[in-house]
């Protein structure tokens, strides 16, 4: 079924290259998705010797325990990610989710929350990208309804990257209570942490005992 779509939506050509594919990435293209090193920090999934916990998560802990991470955000992961969206391509949705999928080593959470988009934003757009690829992994456990995003605040894209917490806190409310639960998280891309870190603030407040991210793509801090 899924090369049948694949055919249908692309005419047989990967969605990267345009080269000829069965599926919506040919083997060429898949093979240059920038997978992460295995020397990550645990709680932040980015580069760290030995996959220690990093000094920073160290010396200002996170409300989240854990991120796993697919990707680094980098060429090709960033063009899909950006197709989805900003563009409307839904047909990559299952895709990444696949391959997030892929890199999640236990599934033993108890609800899979997508980080939620404000009401005008989810007007405009359509749709919000985070829960269509927690379709793909939820297994039963999908809540969208459980975390609302409060007002319209500036996209974290536009700000500097010390702007970004203060731009979203108190950003997100909790609907119900989620007393001892433990919450998988999962976005798009992750890159300072920030929005992240304030939704799982959010989520532990109304009781959450454990919080982890799932992320398609990491953005790597500037050298």
Same mark, same amino acid.
């Given at each position: 079924m899924r090369d049948f779509l694949a055919r249908l939506l692309f005419g047989g050509s990967c969605f990267v290259c345009r080269g000829a594919s069965r599926e919506l990435l040919c083997e060429a293209c898949r093979e240059e998705l920038p997978r992460l090193g295995n020397e990550l920090c645990p709680r932040c999934a980015l580069p760290c010797p030995g996959g220690a916990v990093c000094g920073r998560c160290l010396a200002e802990p996170p409300a989240y325990d854990a991120t796993i991470a697919a990707f680094a955000y980098d060429f090709p992961a960033d063009a899909l990610v950006h197709a989805l969206k900003f563009r409307g391509e839904l047909a990559l949705a299952p895709l990444l989710?696949?391959?997030?999928?892929?890199?999640? =080593?236990?599934?033993?959470?108890?609800?899979?929350?997508?980080? =939620?988009?404000?009401?005008? #934003?989810?007007?405009?757009? &359509?749709?919000? +990208?985070?829960?269509?690829?927690?379709? +793909? $992994?939820?297994? &039963?456990? $999908?809540?969208?309804?459980? *975390?609302?995003?409060?007002?319209?605040?500036?996209? +974290?894209?536009? $700000? =500097?990257?010390?702007?970004? #917490? #203060?731009?979203?806190?108190?950003?997100?409310? *909790?609907?119900? =209570? $989620?007393?001892?639960?433990?919450?998988?998280?999962?976005?798009?891309?992750?890159?300072?942490g920030a929005t992240l870190d304030e939704l799982a603030l959010t989520l532990k407040r109304a009781g959450a005992a454990r919080v982890v991210n799932w992320v398609v793509a990491r953005t790597l801090p500037p050298a």
């Open positions: 989710g696949r391959l997030l999928s892929a890199t999640i =080593p236990s599934w033993s959470v108890d609800r899979v929350i997508p980080v =939620p988009l404000s009401s005008a #934003r989810l007007r405009s757009r &359509g749709y919000n +990208q985070a829960a269509e690829i927690a379709r +793909q $992994l939820a297994r &039963g456990k $999908l809540d969208v309804d459980v *975390c609302v995003r409060r007002g319209d605040s500036v996209p +974290q894209t536009e $700000l =500097p990257w010390d702007e970004r #917490r #203060r731009n979203v806190r108190g950003a997100f409310g *909790c609907r119900r =209570p $989620l007393a001892g639960a433990t919450v998988a998280v999962v976005d798009d891309v992750m890159t300072t």
